[in-house]
């Protein structure tokens, strides 16, 4: 069986109007991109659990530790040096004295949390206090009614 050939080589100009409109559609798809929210950039800890432990009522500042040691400070990863200036430059703006709130993970070691606690001295923060999460209690039986 023969098939008829029919197709030409295109020798016109092309229109340029359907290539500006997919560029368009490609950036506004880009900016879109940009806004929407990457799941895996947020950091898990596991804090430990405890019960009555007292909290504070002055103002505070929090700095993160994850497993790994690494420092998160107002949500974004940073140096050891520079966790000094930026809580130096807390205490002083603040009017009242901070406190520092130590949000570790279970496996960080406790040198680390009095490493922590020391650099927050450093700079002019007196109080640290390590965040913990409460127990989860069991819910109450429910009593049967004669």
């Known amino acids: 069986m023969k098939f008829p050939r029919n197709a030409r080589i295109f020798r016109g100009q092309l229109d340029a109007a359907p290539f500006a ?15 929407v929210y990457t799941p895996g950039a947020r950091l898990e800890l596991q804090l430990p659990r405890a019960d009555g432990l007292p909290g504070t009522d002055k103002p505070t500042v929090s700095v993160a530790v994850d497993a790994d ?3 998160y400070y107002e949500n974004q ?3 050891e040096n520079d966790l000094r200036g ?6 002083k703006k603040s009017p009242e004295p901070l406190t520092l709130v130590i949000q570790a993970d279970k ?3 406790y040198e680390t949390c009095l490493r922590l606690a020391l ?3 450093d700079a002019g923060i007196s109080e640290a206090l390590l965040a913990t999460l409460p127990r989860a209690y ?3 039986a429910s009593r049967s009614r004669p």
Do not use: H, K, N, T
């Open 21 to 35: 409109a997919v560029f368009f559609l490609l950036v506004i798809f880009m900016m879109l991109g940009s806004l």
């Open 69 to 71: 040691g690494r420092l």
């Open 77 to 79: 990863w940073i140096e």
């Open 86 to 91: 930026r809580l130096r430059e807390a205490a």
């Open 107 to 109: 496996s960080v070691s």
């Open 119 to 121: 650099l927050a001295r």
């Open 138 to 140: 069991a819910a109450p």
